[in-house]
Every structure is written in C-alpha cells, then in structure tokens.
C-alpha cells in the first residue's frame, strides 16, 4: 500500500510559479512510477507528466513550462510549475504505479492523493 499526500498549491497570478509535493509512504517508493494528473472543473482529469526509471514523459500542454523530479531519500515528488496561465487552473493530483506504467491513462495508475488546489488568475 502506498500513500500519497500533496502540497504546495495556491493561488497565483498569470506567469508565476508553484511548486507542488507529493510526499510518499512506503519503502519501495523508488521502485514506482510517478505522475501528476489535474482536472478542472466540469472536465476529465487529465495527464501532466510522470517519470519512470529516470525517463521523463510532460503533456504537450505543460512541455517546456513545467518540470516533474524525485527525491527518493525523502520519498518526495515535484512538480515545478513556471509561466503559469489561468488554463492550469485545477486540482492537481499526484499518482503512483508499481507495474512501471508511466502514461496518461489515469485507469491503469495504482494510487492517488487527495489533490491540491492550484488556481491562476488572469
């Protein structure tokens, strides 16, 4: 069983920045894959990026703005958000998988946070 709980959301003005966590239970946490997903309102929760075995994989929305990384010592996940625009606004959810699926289909991801809020305004 692994739990994930998110942090760092917050409301910001278009082009800041938010860095959010996901810190994770379990000691194989380095053996998983981990995303970011996020949904808005009225909206399908949607692929953000995810990593797997020090490969990185960004949804062409985010690419070149955003930055997904580990920490397996703390086993922690980030999401460096940059040039924020008010289309980023949604709750966003980290993800956890232990069969190494690292894609954008949020069905086969094992484990979810309980979200966190991240709102831009214009």
């Known amino acids: 069983q692994v739990q994930l709980v998110e942090s760092g959301g917050g409301l910001v003005q278009a082009g800041g920045s938010l860095r959010l966590s996901c810190a994770a239970s379990?000691?194989?946490?380095?053996?998983?894959?981990m995303g970011w997903f996020r949904q808005a309102p009225g909206k399908e929760r949607e692929f953000v990026a995810s990593l797997r075995r020090g490969a990185t994989y960004y949804a062409d929305s985010v690419k070149g703005r955003f930055t997904i990384s580990r920490d397996n010592a703390k086993n922690t996940i980030y999401l460096q958000m940059n040039s924020l625009q008010p289309e980023d606004t949604a709750v966003y959810y980290c993800a956890a998988d232990g069969s190494y699926y690292a894609g954008g289909d949020p069905s086969r991801w094992d484990y979810w946070g309980q979200g966190t809020q991240v709102t831009v305004s214009s």
């Open positions: 379990g000691r194989t946490f380095s053996s998983y894959s």
